[in-house]
């Protein structure tokens, strides 16, 4: 059974820096690529981050690019996203997702993605 677990959520001040965690469990084939998204309060799900399977390749949603970073431990099966100077708009609940085997590179299309992870809430407070 494939698990998708976030770890890293929780209330942060504008301005501040989160990191999340992601780890797979369960696939059945290796360095799955890996991508976040984000839901805020009354709104659709959206696009944050994804990464590709080697590690080398990742996209950004315009609105956490140049302030975040991701990447991957593929002997952990886990990735990370990093966020600096976050602002309350950066409120939502964050949800890790992987392709499933054979994909290479990262997507923005939520139907892309395989499985998914229960999320984690990241609220910041101005």
């Known amino acids: 059974q494939v698990q998708l677990v976030e770890f890293g959520g929780g209330l942060v001040q504008a301005g501040d820096s989160l990191r999340l965690s992601c780890t797979a469990s369960?696939?059945?084939?290796?360095?799955?690529?890996m991508g976040w998204f984000r839901q805020a309060p009354g709104k659709e799900r959206e696009f944050v981050a994804a990464?590709?399977?080697?590690?080398?390749?990742?996209i950004f949603a315009d609105s956490v690019k140049g302030r975040s970073t991701i990447s991957r431990d593929n002997a952990r099966n886990t990735a990370y996203l990093q966020m600096s100077s976050l602002e309350p708009e950066d409120t939502a609940v964050y949800y890790c997702?992987?392709?499933?085997?054979?994909?290479?590179?990262?997507?923005?299309?939520?139907?892309?993605?395989?499985?998914w992870g229960q999320g984690t809430r990241v609220t910041v407070s101005s």
């Open positions: 997702a992987t392709r499933s085997a054979g994909a290479i590179y990262g997507s923005r299309t939520e139907s892309d993605y395989a499985y």
């Open positions: 369960g696939l059945t084939f290796r360095n799955p690529v």
């Open positions: 990464i590709s399977a080697s590690g080398f390749g990742y």
